[in-house]
């Protein structure tokens, strides 16, 4: 465990790396040292989330194999000293302004109408089919970053037809952050992606991905190669890094204004969902969440737009004594507004029933900010199952 606890900041403490089975009293004396001292190899602080990882990753390795303690150094009274100073150092970094946390950033409506009118996605060559059904699936199932993506087999899905129309899903029951197995938490969110016809369905373009797949090659994501090469995907499955990185190159093909990553997918479908009227309950049901709180989470900024008018607002109350109205709340009745398309109002659909994007000649306008509904109150990001 070197790596966390370096062998020179052991010495220099007088501190014996082997930590695992130290007494909590002398391993809460080694934790209150080392979170209030550690830095990154460059000396520069560690970001609220790097800490908080290096925490985790210390209690997870003394409750696993082989060590399998029974204590909890995130809430035992024990560690409470310790943990004092990591919320100390915390503080002190935010107040030198060495904060810079970033959450995952849902992608803005701009952006998105950017990257559909980029010519990013398509049928006709391996990678844009490639890219579109991967971003399809990761969206419209609210899919978490990389998780799961490498495990994924051609057959993975069963296309099915009911009145509601044509949808795809999974054959079985994925293990997951918030559902990994066992006889607790097992209602597993049953999620749907439908068919809406036309060139850029992506029930369609599934069909026609997997028909193109390699038959040697079980994998969803197979390494895309030219037509000249011998048919659109080699046998072999794409590498862990390059899926990682989908989103991320992406966005530079489509010019979008920042590197997104793979879990901001899953971010904007929430946020899209939130700002659009339904409530928290029907949204984990396509997230999966266990709670509420971890929905809500996402929804701790407020749009562009919104701010915007809320600038102006401000903005009149130091000309005249009119103030500009605050944009009205959405109806949890009305639908919600496609990333792709304008804002319009009618029965909501079922809760797993996510239309797919019309082509990208139908882009337009982003809906107008009196559409945008205010952001809900932010929650606080402990024991969140994001």
Same mark, same amino acid.
């Given at each position: 465990?070197?790596?966390?606890?370096?062998?020179?900041?052991? $010495?220099?403490?007088?501190?014996?790396?082997?930590?695992?089975?130290?007494?909590?009293?002398?391993?809460?004396?080694?934790?209150?040292?080392?979170?209030?001292?550690?830095?990154?190899?460059?000396?520069?602080? !560690?970001?609220?989330?790097?800490?908080?990882?290096?925490?985790?990753?210390?209690?997870?390795?003394?409750?696993?194999?082989?060590?399998?303690?029974? +204590?909890?150094?995130?809430?035992?009274?024990?560690?409470?000293? =310790?943990?004092? $100073?990591? +919320?100390?150092?915390?503080?002190?970094?935010?107040?030198?302004?060495?904060?810079?946390?970033?959450?995952?950033?849902?992608?803005?409506?701009?952006?998105? &109408?950017?990257?559909?009118?980029?010519?990013?996605?398509?049928?006709?060559?391996? &990678?844009?089919?490639?890219?579109?059904?991967?971003?399809?699936? &990761?969206?419209?199932?609210?899919?978490?970053?990389?998780?799961?993506?490498?495990?994924?087999?051609?057959?993975?899905?069963?296309?099915?037809?009911?009145?509601?129309?044509?949808?795809?899903?999974?054959?079985?029951?994925?293990?997951?952050?918030?559902?990994?197995?066992?006889?607790?938490? %097992?209602?597993?969110?049953?999620?749907?992606?439908?068919?809406?016809?036309?060139?850029?369905?992506?029930?369609?373009?599934?069909?026609?991905? +997997?028909?193109?797949?390699?038959?040697?090659?079980?994998?969803? !994501? &197979?390494?895309?190669?030219?037509?000249?090469?011998?048919?659109? !995907?080699?046998?072999?499955?794409?590498? +862990?890094?390059?899926?990682?990185?989908?989103?991320?190159?992406?966005?530079?093909? =489509?010019?979008?204004?920042?590197? !997104?990553?793979?879990?901001?997918?899953?971010?904007?479908?929430?946020?899209?969902?939130?700002?659009?009227?339904?409530?928290?309950? %029907?949204? %984990?049901?396509?997230?999966?969440?266990?709670?509420?709180?971890?929905?809500?989470?996402?929804?701790?900024?407020?749009?562009?737009?919104?701010?915007?008018?809320?600038?102006?607002?401000?903005?009149?109350?130091?000309?005249?004594?009119?103030?500009?109205?605050?944009?009205?709340?959405?109806?949890?009745?009305?639908?919600?507004?496609?990333?792709? =398309?304008?804002?319009?109002?009618?029965?909501?659909?079922?809760?797993?029933?996510?239309?797919?994007?019309?082509?990208?000649?139908?882009?337009?306008?982003?809906?107008?900010?009196?559409?945008?509904?205010?952001?809900?109150?932010?929650?606080?990001?402990?024991?969140?199952?994001?």
């Amino acid at each position: 465990m070197s790596s966390i606890f370096p062998p020179e900041w052991c $010495v220099r403490r007088d501190l014996s790396p082997d930590f695992e089975e130290f007494p909590a009293d002398k391993l809460s004396e080694m934790l209150r040292k080392f979170y209030g001292e550690v830095r990154k190899v460059d000396g520069q602080t !560690y970001s609220r989330n790097g800490l908080a990882g290096l925490r985790s990753a210390i209690h997870r390795h003394i409750t696993s194999a082989p060590w399998h303690r029974k +204590i909890n150094i995130l809430q035992d009274a024990e560690f409470k000293a =310790a943990n004092n $100073v990591l +919320i100390g150092t915390l503080k002190l970094n935010k107040r030198a302004g060495l904060d810079n946390t970033k959450s995952f950033a849902d992608i803005s409506q701009e952006d998105m &109408q950017r990257l559909m009118a980029s010519g990013v996605f398509g049928l006709e060559t391996a &990678q844009k089919l490639q890219d579109w059904v991967w971003f399809s699936l &990761q969206f419209y199932l609210c899919r978490r970053g990389c998780e799961g993506v490498r495990e994924l087999k051609k057959d993975s899905f069963q296309f099915v037809h009911n009145r509601e129309g044509e949808y795809v899903q999974l054959k079985y029951n994925e293990a997951s952050k918030n559902h990994p197995g066992g006889f607790k938490n %097992t209602n597993d969110p049953q999620k749907k992606m439908f068919s809406t016809g036309g060139p850029m369905c992506p029930v369609n373009a599934l069909k026609v991905y +997997i028909q193109k797949l390699h038959p040697d090659c079980d994998a969803l !994501y &197979q390494r895309p190669q030219t037509p000249n090469d011998g048919g659109w !995907y080699a046998p072999f499955p794409l590498g +862990i890094k390059k899926l990682q990185g989908m989103m991320s190159r992406i966005s530079l093909l =489509a010019g979008l204004s920042k590197r !997104y990553t793979n879990h901001c997918l899953r971010a904007t479908c929430i946020t899209t969902l939130m700002r659009s009227g339904y409530d928290p309950i %029907t949204v %984990t049901r396509l997230s999966g969440h266990r709670n509420v709180a971890s929905v809500m989470s996402y929804c701790r900024d407020t749009t562009d737009q919104v701010k915007r008018h809320m600038g102006s607002t401000l903005t009149s109350s130091l000309s005249s004594q009119h103030v500009t109205s605050p944009p009205p709340r959405p109806s949890v009745t009305s639908r919600h507004p496609h990333p792709f =398309a304008p804002h319009t109002i009618s029965a909501p659909p079922a809760a797993s029933a996510i239309s797919a994007p019309p082509a990208a000649s139908a882009i337009s306008a982003p809906p107008a900010a009196s559409a945008i509904s205010a952001p809900p109150v932010p929650t606080t990001s402990a024991n969140l199952d994001l």
